[in-house]
T-cell receptor, first 115, second 115 residues
Framework: GAGVSQTPSNKVTEKGKYVELRCDPI?????LYWYRQSLGQGPEFLIY????????DSGLPNDRFFAVRPEGSVSTLKIQRTERGDSAVYLC?????????????FGAGSRLTVL | GENVGLHLPTLSVQEGDNSIINCAYS??????FIWYKQESGKGPQFIID?????DKRQGQRVTVLLNKTVKHLSLQIAATQPGDSAVYFCAETPSFYSQGGKLIFGQGTELSVKP
């Protein structure tokens, strides 16, 4: 597609439930990032994929969070046993490799609300 | 204004005036800096970037200044327009050439343009 696509745009769930957020990067972009943005804050890094593998997952807050990118394109962020503190906008970004520049193109985000 | 809790620093300007948005970064080893603009309900959008071997870079109506001595970055917007109203974030990364370098975002400044 023309841009980074994220679904759902909004997700409301109850505490303790499981959630999946999907990211469809720009076609041909091999690098994919997940960020989390809380109200009034800048985006915080969660995880970075280069191709199918997670090259850096140092930002994942705990083992309830997991992300996959099995075919090196679409990625899914998975959150188990959601907590109210997980409420945030989850942003996905992608970047082509080989350019050298870390300019990320972001999607509009998935707003997660945990009741 | 001051940042207290969830409240972003804010800058209010009159349409047609110049705007200056400031950012203090933390890592003296950062090599590459980017300014992003984020409108309500959208993901961050790239504005301009600068490497640490430069102290000034100009784009269309925007200029970024870098002062490595005091670890300060600023974004100047000339002839500010209502469409410039948004939250502006600076971001830093250790290496321009890093293929996996994650961007670290600052908190952001909300720019409000009065017509």
């Amino acid at each position: 597609g023309a841009g980074v696509s994220q679904t759902p745009s909004n997700k409301v769930t109850e505490k303790g439930k499981y959630v999946e957020l999907r990211c469809d990067p720009i076609s041909g972009h091999t690098a994919l990032y997940w960020y989390r943005q809380s109200l009034g804050q800048g985006p915080e890094f969660l995880i970075y994929f280069q191709g199918t593998g997670a090259a850096d997952d140092s930002g994942l807050p705990n083992d309830r969070f997991f992300a996959v990118r099995p075919e090196g394109s679409v990625s899914t962020l998975k959150i188990q046993r959601t907590e109210r503190g997980d409420s945030a906008v989850y942003l996905c970004a992608s970047r082509p490799t080989g350019t050298g520049a870390n300019v990320l193109t972001f999607g509009a985000g998935s707003r997660l609300t945990v009741l | 204004g001051e940042n207290v809790g969830l409240h972003l620093p804010t800058l209010s300007v009159q349409e047609g005036d110049n705007s200056i948005i400031n950012c203090a970064y933390s890592n003296s080893a950062s090599d590459y800096f980017i300014w992003y603009k984020q409108e309500s309900g959208k993901g961050p959008q790239f504005i301009i970037d600068i490497r640490s071997n430069m102290d000034k870079r100009q784009g269309q109506r925007v200029t970024v200044l870098l002062n490595k001595t005091v670890k300060h970055l600023s974004l100047q917007i000339a002839a500010t327009q209502p469409g410039d109203s948004a939250v502006y974030f600076c971001a830093e990364t250790p290496s321009f050439y890093s293929q996996g370098g994650k961007l670290i975002f600052g908190q952001g400044t909300e720019l409000s343009v009065k017509p």
